[in-house]
């Protein structure tokens, strides 16, 4: 069992940057691939980004290739997501998630953990 808390969200105009973290409780962090995914008002959640439990390989959404960036702590069992060149289109509630198996996948039902999310808003 592993709890995620997300923090770092807020509003910020576009072009601006946001870091978000999240928090992981248990010894068990460094063995989960773990994602962020968001969900924009109306809209369904959508990955955002994954990262391998080593922290050697990532893949984004194309919406976000270029201007995010996924990493992680493993001493810190904490993941980040570094945020540049915010969108108003990027407005959403973002989600960081674990996966116990070893295999990177964009797909929402191959998370096992989930944070509560934290909103982040970009104004244009």
């Known amino acids: 069992q592993v709890q995620l808390v997300e923090s770092g969200g807020g509003l910020v105009q576009a072009g601006g940057s946001l870091r978000l973290s999240c928090a992981a409780s248990g010894r068990t962090f460094s063995t989960y691939v773990m994602g962020w995914f968001r969900q924009a008002p109306g809209k369904e959640r959508e990955f955002v980004a994954v990262i391998s439990y080593s922290g050697g390989s990532t893949y984004y959404a194309d919406s976000v290739k270029g201007r995010f960036t996924i990493s992680r702590d493993n001493a810190k069992n904490t993941l980040y997501l570094q945020m540049n060149s915010l969108k108003p289109e990027d407005t959403a509630v973002y989600y960081c998630?674990?996966?116990?198996?070893?295999?990177?996948?964009?797909?929402?039902?191959?998370?096992?953990?989930w944070g509560q999310g934290t909103q982040v808003t970009v104004s244009s």
């Open positions: 998630a674990a996966d116990r198996s070893t295999v990177i996948q964009r797909t929402q039902r191959a998370y096992d953990y």
